[in-house]
């Protein structure tokens, strides 16, 4: 079974610019998240998506983005991007996002770097 | 406010040498705390998940307790294949499908 897929895996940007990243969830799974990862932050919790519907999102502006399609799959949007968005982007998938032992599976993250 | 701390943010162990990395969480109810490992250049995967103080949970050379207020993951005679990234998270009552992350413990198992 194939992990989840996270696209491109490296972006160079400069300010002002926008970017989309793109995440292909586990088979199956219909819940998926987003994550930030910076070394001073750690992970902190973008939004998250089922089916096709924003469910919970994080205290990011509203230049932070995201959509989820009909095959579950996901994309995130930074628009107006800014040198402190340089980051580790996660995505995570899980089956539904609301049993009690709901893990969710990461892929390897699109890594960012803003000039 | 939810949120987790991590500590120490980095642990230096020889082959062999035991210790513990500590979470200390503050949540609104929870719901379940994750433990997630995160190897250089890849993402977080799951370890363990405990759900109520008192419960422990054990995988190979690591094992995961829990208290009202913080969790530990020991580490018994560790390898050098342990040395990774220790990422500790919460899951509230109220808030199932967000989770709190803490900063991570990197540690580093020397042979």
């Known amino acids: 079974k194939a992990g989840v897929t996270q696209t491109p895996r490296y972006l160079i940007k400069t300010r002002g610019q926008q970017v989309t990243l793109s995440c292909s969830p586990i088979?199956?799974?219909?819940?998926v998240s987003w994550y930030q990862q910076t070394p001073g932050q750690g992970l902190q919790f973008l939004f998250e998506?089922?089916?096709?519907?924003?469910?919970n999102k994080g205290n990011f502006p509203g230049r932070f983005s995201g959509r989820q399609f009909s095959n579950s799959r996901s994309e995130m949007n930074v628009s107006t991007l800014e040198l402190g968005d340089s980051a580790l982007y996660l995505c995570?998938?899980?089956?539904?996002?609301?049993?009690?032992?709901?893990?969710?599976?990461f892929g390897s993250g699109t890594q960012l770097s803003v000039l | 406010e939810d949120q987790v701390t991590q500590s120490p943010e980095a642990l230096r162990l020889q082959e062999g040498e035991s210790s513990s990395l500590n979470c200390s969480y503050t949540?609104?109810?929870?719901?379940?705390l994750f433990w997630y490992r995160q190897d250089p250049g890849k993402g977080p995967e799951f370890l363990f998940t405990?759900?109520?103080a008192g419960e422990e949970k054990e995988k190979e050379r690591l094992k995961a307790t829990l208290t009202k207020k913080e969790s530990f993951l020991h580490i018994t005679a560790p390898k050098p294949e342990d040395s990774a990234t220790y990422l500790c998270?919460?899951?509230?009552?109220?808030?199932?499908?967000?989770?709190?992350f803490g900063s991570g413990t990197k540690l580093n198992v020397k042979p």
């Open positions: 088979s199956g799974h219909r819940s």
């Open positions: 998506y089922f089916s096709e519907t924003q469910r």
């Open positions: 995570a998938s899980s089956l539904a996002g609301t049993a009690t032992n709901e893990k969710l599976f």
């Open positions: 405990l759900y109520s």
């Open positions: 949540v609104s109810g929870l719901r379940g």
């Open positions: 998270a919460v899951q509230a009552r109220n808030n199932f499908n967000k989770f709190y």
